[in-house]
């Protein structure tokens, strides 16, 4: 099992920035990959930032250029530096990881807000 939880959501300005973190624990060692994941409202969760155990990372292209995914193995910490917000950012962004053996886990989200 691996539990996440995340925090660094908030409100901000039209162009500023916000750090997402997710915290994992548990069976760390089963992790393949570790992503975030939005839901705005009325619209379906997309993958918005993706990193692999080989350090390998992927975005979705909304946010090419504006947002950066990171690990710290020794914190067992992914991030999510979000610059550049606009108010189509505004989401519950939710961490995941997905195991070797396709196992995937959730955290509970928290919410960003991007308005002035």
């Known amino acids: 099992q691996v539990q996440l939880v995340e925090s660094g959501g908030g409100l901000v300005q039209p162009g500023g920035s916000l750090r997402l973190s997710c915290a994992a624990s548990?069976?760390?060692?089963?992790?393949?990959?570790m992503g975030w994941y939005r839901q705005a409202p009325g619209k379906e969760r997309e993958l918005v930032a993706a990193?692999?155990?080989?350090?390998?990372?992927n975005y979705v292209d909304s946010v090419k250029g504006r947002f950066t995914i990171s690990r710290d193995n020794a914190k067992n910490t992914v991030y999510l530096q979000m610059n550049s917000l606009k108010p189509e950012d505004t989401a519950v962004y939710y961490c995941?990881?997905?195991?070797?053996?396709?196992?995937?886990?959730w955290g509970k989200g928290t919410l960003v807000t991007v308005s002035s």
């Open positions: 990193i692999i155990s080989g350090g390998r990372t």
């Open positions: 995941s990881a997905r195991s070797f053996s396709g196992m995937d886990y």
């Open positions: 548990g069976s760390i060692r089963s992790i393949n990959v």
